[in-house]
């Protein structure tokens, strides 16, 4: 599977821009920030959970930014001390304009561990599957409250439309996941009273008279 991002920079004299470059520079066209007021804005919107963004990358990131001219900096004076700010260029707002408008063209296609266990699952026990199950499923209805939450504190806080999608976003996927979810333990469940259903049959046929 290709590079989306990648490919739709191919002739941009800056490179190839990954997702995370686009939420990091995202943060700047909010205004010019300090390293570590970005991390602080990381850290407060909870980014790390839907970006590639950290704290041990910011920096690099940061540098990779400003050799492609795609952020700027200077250096002011904070607490006696000299602070690099950074700020994003025009080229900056250009890349990632166009950024967003890539990664909201084409869906992306990630991995899910849950997959692989999925096409492994006739490995296992059924019934210690449907219970692993029942246990993801739980924890994936801890989740979606917790989105609902968020989204309240969200309206309260006069958070913009935009910011609130993602809060839904996240929500609406966990219950399509619940979804295939409940589908998913029903064969398994189906499949183990066949499989139950098959070997009483064998030892009845298989008794001594």
């Not at 700047?28 to 790390?48: C, D, F, S």
Request: proline share 5%.
């Amino acid at each position: 599977m290709c590079n989306t991002l990648a490919v739709e920079y191919e002739e941009n004299p800056a490179g190839p821009v990954r997702p995370a470059d686009v939420a990091l520079l995202g943060l700047l066209a909010e205004g010019p920030k300090h390293p570590w007021e970005i991390t602080k804005e990381v850290n407060y919107r909870e980014m790390r959970t839907w970006t590639d963004l950290s704290q041990s990358t910011i920096y690099k990131q940061l540098h990779a930014l400003e050799d492609r001219g795609l952020v700027e900096v200077r250096e002011e004076p904070v607490g006696g001390r000299m602070r690099r700010v950074y700020s994003i260029t025009e080229a900056g707002r250009r890349t990632v304009s166009d950024g967003v408008l890539s990664l909201l063209a084409i869906p992306e296609y990630p991995h899910w561990a849950i997959d692989i266990a999925t096409y492994n699952v006739d490995l296992t026990d059924p019934q210690e599957a449907v219970a692993a199950l029942e246990s993801y499923a739980e924890t994936l209805r801890e989740r979606a409250d917790g989105w609902g939450k968020l989204e309240e504190f969200l309206v309260g806080s006069g958070c913009p439309s935009h910011r609130l999608a993602l809060s839904r976003r996240a929500r609406h996927l966990i219950e399509g996941e619940l979804r295939w979810l409940g589908e998913f333990v029903d064969e398994l469940r189906a499949g183990a009273g066949a499989g139950a259903d098959a070997i009483a049959g064998k030892n009845a046929v298989e008794e001594p008279r």
